[in-house]
């Protein structure tokens, strides 16, 4: 048998993980860096406090804001003439780390140095480095980052604020000219931000340039506010109530000409507008294109809430005992339940499938920002990986941080146990640096532009031939015809069936050509508007928006397959490789059983072996439930990182208290006779009367 024989057949006791090399493997390319971070992290004047009041809270975000340039914990990503290292995957992956001490602290200083500082070093000049990057670095200067509005948050191009030139003065005047263009939701803007970047429609000689991004002074010496500058504070959140979010508007503020960030579109004393890049609208996604950093961050930091929340539960479900199912003198682990396992162990698979695509990102996002491959179709995919990622992960860390929650009882909705307050502090993560939905759009935009792209210069003979495989392809699976052959190769053989899903090529097969399906399902329906007027073309697309979303969510579970398959390869010791080819099994399977409608009625999977699917998932959980501990372990997270009670092993001495208390007393003469015992007794001795 060989290591990834069928879970009905093949040993179960065979396999181990070796922790060590499975941590190095998920630690990945920049494993010291997320050490030292982690080292940092282990004091605890960064950890969270709960029931902190609102304010206290946002001093105490401040102070530990302060203690990270104190240990030299935010300068990775900022050119060494500054005092950076250059070296923009390091700063992701370090940065990631901070949730594991505070949300709210990793979005602050996200605001601060990630957002409020790349916005200077990505879109300004190497001026505006030289005069405002140092005390962005050291926090001399708090900032924040001022795009979102009342009336457009995703849609930053519509964004009501205006910068107007007057080339007499030489300046820009700023302003709000309507409530809805109020700039909200602005970390550090409440309290602590004395300048920001400010994202408004550039208007010169009478022309909308579109939306550019302007370096402005918010407060003066005295932390009040500058005249013309409105401030006012967005109150207590649902979540991340150390991060100081509020709202500014406009009152015609002058700023000096120098102050537009103008590496992509700048203005002469005499107001005439230039560029290097003609188009408006590449101008504005390349400007955009620049702060992507953002959403990657994000969506590391949502698969480190998602590690933490798996360690507390599985750790709890591994020492937690309840009901006598299999012996009268000792109650059942949870996690030796199936239910319990089929809560936990999938979405453990997804979390370290997110991990393997978190690395692929981080990688992308290097090459690109390192300058190793900046070109424009890199670009392109960095900011599709990311809008893919990011979305998948802050759902899947909601969705295990309140299963983990639910799994634990009680004690999971404990506030020392962490899990309520993560939820609630990631909450807006699926809000914030784009709406899920709306990235998702993002996706399947450039899917079908793929697919369009793909036949641009084709001629009508290889196009005609295309379709009429693809269609002779939907009509065999549509019609049953592979479908009726399925069922005769299965039937009368459950594991032939079940280990038909286990094939690497089947589970590719599968989640592939789902997508390539979806695809050409939507496509097929746009393309006969394409050439209609934009309302009608817009009407087409609304009237199909969910299945674009669908589309997008399907291509993101393939790319988390595939990064979890290449994953594999790069792991030597035998025992872990087996383990981590049955999570992926189960990531793909699980995957596949959650869209099961879908591939029925397309024809791609048979009924006979659709009935085998959750059985065969069912067992191979099973099969890594004994090793669920070993892998939440490798996660690397040390005490001082997880810090929850539930993962303290204070369960499991509570347990072991408890059944040697129960083995005295048998053992003793003072045990109490049970009332079920002695009313057997009495039943027996009145029968032999």
Same mark, same amino acid.
């Given at each position: 048998?060989?290591?990834?024989?069928?879970?009905?057949?093949?040993?179960?006791?065979?396999?181990?993980?070796?922790?060590?090399?499975?941590?190095?493997?998920?630690?990945?390319?920049?494993?010291?860096?997320?050490?030292?971070?982690?080292?940092?992290?282990?004091?605890?004047?960064?950890?969270?406090?709960?029931?902190?009041?609102?304010?206290?809270?946002?001093?105490?975000?401040?102070?530990?804001?302060?203690?990270?340039?104190?240990?030299?914990?935010?300068?990775?990503?900022?050119?060494?003439?500054?005092?950076?290292?250059?070296?923009?995957?390091?700063?992701?992956?370090?940065?990631?780390?901070?949730?594991?001490?505070?949300?709210?602290?990793?979005?602050?200083?996200?605001?601060?140095?990630?957002?409020?500082?790349?916005?200077?070093?990505?879109?300004?000049?190497?001026?505006?480095?030289?005069?405002?990057?140092?005390?962005?670095?050291?926090?001399?200067?708090?900032?924040?980052?001022?795009?979102?509005?009342?009336?457009?948050?995703?849609?930053?191009?519509?964004?009501?604020?205006?910068?107007?030139?007057?080339?007499?003065?030489?300046?820009?005047?700023?302003?709000?000219?309507?409530?809805?263009?109020?700039?909200?939701?602005?970390?550090?803007?409440?309290?602590?931000?004395?300048?920001?970047?400010?994202?408004?429609?550039?208007?010169?000689?009478?022309?909308?340039?579109?939306?550019?991004?302007?370096?402005?002074?918010?407060? !003066?010496?005295?932390?009040?506010?500058?005249?013309?500058?409105?401030?006012?504070?967005?109150?207590?959140?649902?979540?991340?109530?150390?991060?100081?979010?509020?709202?500014?508007?406009?009152?015609?503020?002058?700023?000096?000409?120098?102050?537009?960030?103008?590496?992509?579109?700048?203005?002469?004393?005499?107001?005439?507008?230039?560029?290097?890049?003609?188009?408006?609208?590449?101008?504005?996604?390349?400007?955009?294109?620049?702060?992507?950093?953002?959403?990657?961050?994000?969506?590391?930091?949502?698969?480190?809430?998602?590690?933490?929340?798996?360690?507390?539960?599985?750790?709890?479900?591994?020492?937690?005992?309840?009901?006598?199912?299999?012996?009268?003198?000792?109650?059942?682990?949870?996690?030796?339940?199936?239910?319990?396992?089929?809560?936990?162990?999938?979405?453990?698979?997804?979390?370290?499938?997110?991990?393997?695509?978190?690395?692929?990102?981080?990688?992308?996002?290097?090459?690109?920002?390192?300058?190793?491959?900046?070109? !424009?179709?890199?670009?392109?995919?960095?900011?599709?990986?990311?809008?893919?990622?990011?979305?998948?992960?802050?759902?899947?860390?909601?969705?295990?941080?309140?299963?983990?929650?639910?799994?634990?009882?009680?004690?999971?909705?404990?506030s020392e146990n962490r899990f309520t307050s993560l939820r609630a502090d990631l909450d807006v993560y699926a809000t914030f640096e784009g709406d899920n939905n709306v990235l998702l759009q993002l996706v399947a935009k450039r899917l079908l532009a793929d697919y369009a792209a793909e036949f641009k210069n084709a001629d009508v003979g290889a196009l005609a031939s295309?379709?009429?495989?693809?269609?002779?392809?939907?009509?065999?699976?549509?019609?049953?015809?592979?479908?009726?052959?399925?069922?005769?190769?299965?039937?009368?053989?459950?594991?032939?069936?079940?280990?038909?899903?286990?094939?690497?090529?089947?589970?590719?097969?599968?989640?592939?050509?789902?997508?390539?399906?979806?695809?050409?399902?939507?496509?097929?329906?746009?393309?006969?508007?394409?050439?209609?007027?934009?309302?009608?073309?817009?009407?087409?697309?609304?009237?199909?928006?969910?299945?674009?979303?669908?589309?997008?969510?399907?291509?993101?579970?393939?790319?988390?397959?595939?990064?979890?398959?290449d994953g594999l390869e790069s792991i030597q010791d035998q025992g872990t490789r087996q383990v981590m080819t049955w999570l992926r099994d189960i990531y793909a399977l699980t995957t596949i059983e959650e869209t099961l409608d879908w591939y029925l009625v397309n024809g791609r999977i048979s009924a006979q072996r659709a009935r085998t699917l959750s059985p065969y998932?069912?067992?191979?959980?099973?099969?890594?439930?004994?090793?669920?501990? !070993?892998?939440?372990?490798?996660?690397?997270?040390?005490?001082?990182?997880?810090?929850?009670?539930?993962?303290?092993?204070?369960?499991?001495?509570?347990?072991?208290?408890?059944?040697?208390?129960?083995?005295?007393?048998?053992?003793?003469?003072?045990?109490?006779?049970?009332?079920?015992?002695?009313?057997?007794?009495?039943?027996?001795?009145?029968?032999?009367?």
């Open positions: 048998m060989g290591a990834h024989d069928d879970a009905t057949t093949g040993p179960i006791d065979t396999a181990a993980v070796d922790k060590s090399h499975l941590e190095e493997l998920m630690l990945g390319r920049w494993a010291e860096t997320r050490r030292t971070a982690r080292a940092v992290l282990r004091d605890p004047m960064f950890h969270k406090v709960e029931n902190l009041t609102k304010e206290d809270q946002r001093e105490r975000t401040l102070k530990q804001s302060h203690a990270l340039v104190e240990a030299n914990a935010v300068h990775r990503a900022f050119p060494e003439e500054f005092g950076g290292d250059n070296d923009h995957g390091a700063n992701i992956a370090a940065f990631e780390e901070l949730v594991t001490a505070d949300p709210s602290l990793q979005i602050k200083s996200g605001v601060q140095w990630g957002l409020f500082g790349a916005a200077v070093l990505h879109l300004g000049s190497y001026e505006h480095q030289k005069q405002w990057l140092p005390g962005i670095m050291d926090l001399s200067v708090p900032g924040a980052y001022a795009m979102t509005e009342f009336g457009h948050g995703s849609d930053v191009a519509a964004l009501g604020t205006t910068a107007t030139y007057d080339a007499a003065a030489q300046e820009f005047v700023i302003n709000t000219p309507f409530e809805a263009a109020t700039k909200r939701y602005l970390g550090n803007a409440a309290l602590h931000a004395t300048a920001a970047v400010v994202f408004a429609q550039l208007i010169t000689h009478g022309v909308n340039h579109g939306v550019h991004c302007f370096y402005m002074e918010i407060r !003066d010496a005295d932390g009040n506010p500058r005249p013309g500058v409105t401030i006012n504070d967005d109150g207590h959140k649902g979540g991340l109530n150390g991060v100081d979010n509020g709202q500014l508007s406009f009152d015609h503020v002058r700023i000096p000409r120098f102050n537009l960030l103008n590496r992509y579109g700048d203005v002469a004393e005499d107001g005439t507008y230039t560029s290097s890049i003609t188009s408006p609208g590449r101008r504005f996604f390349t400007m955009l294109g620049t702060l992507v950093q953002g959403r990657v961050s994000l969506s590391g930091a949502a698969i480190a809430a998602s590690k933490l929340a798996l360690i507390g539960a599985v750790t709890y479900g591994n020492e937690r005992r309840q009901f006598n199912a299999t012996s009268t003198t000792e109650e059942e682990v949870l996690l030796d339940y199936q239910l319990h396992q089929r809560r936990l162990i999938p979405r453990l698979a997804k979390t370290v499938a997110l991990g393997f695509a978190q690395e692929k990102l981080l990688g992308k996002l290097d090459e690109v920002f390192s300058g190793k491959d900046d070109s !424009d179709e890199n670009r392109q995919e960095l900011e599709t990986l990311a809008a893919a990622v990011k979305a998948v992960a802050t759902w899947h860390s909601l969705d295990t941080l309140q299963e983990a929650r639910e799994a634990c009882g009680g004690a999971g909705f404990i295309y379709v009429a495989n693809q269609a002779g392809d939907r009509v065999m699976h549509r019609f049953g015809l592979r479908r009726a052959l399925q069922g005769v190769r299965d039937t009368g053989d459950e594991r032939r069936s079940a280990n038909w899903f286990k094939q690497t090529e089947v589970q590719r097969e599968l989640l592939a050509g789902r997508v390539r399906q979806m695809v050409v399902d939507v496509a097929g329906e746009l393309r006969p508007v394409a050439k209609l007027p934009a309302e009608k073309q817009a009407k087409a697309f609304n009237e199909h928006q969910f299945e674009i979303i669908n589309t997008a969510k399907a291509h993101t579970d393939l790319l988390l397959w595939e990064a979890f398959t998932i069912n067992r191979l959980v099973a099969r890594v439930r004994p090793h669920a501990q !070993d892998v939440v372990d490798s996660f690397g997270y040390e005490p001082e990182h997880i810090r929850m009670e539930v993962a303290s092993g204070a369960e499991s001495r509570r347990q072991e208290q408890a059944m040697e208390h129960y083995r005295k007393l048998r053992a003793s003469s003072e045990a109490p006779l049970d009332e079920k015992t002695l009313l057997e007794r009495e039943r027996a001795a009145a029968s032999r009367r």
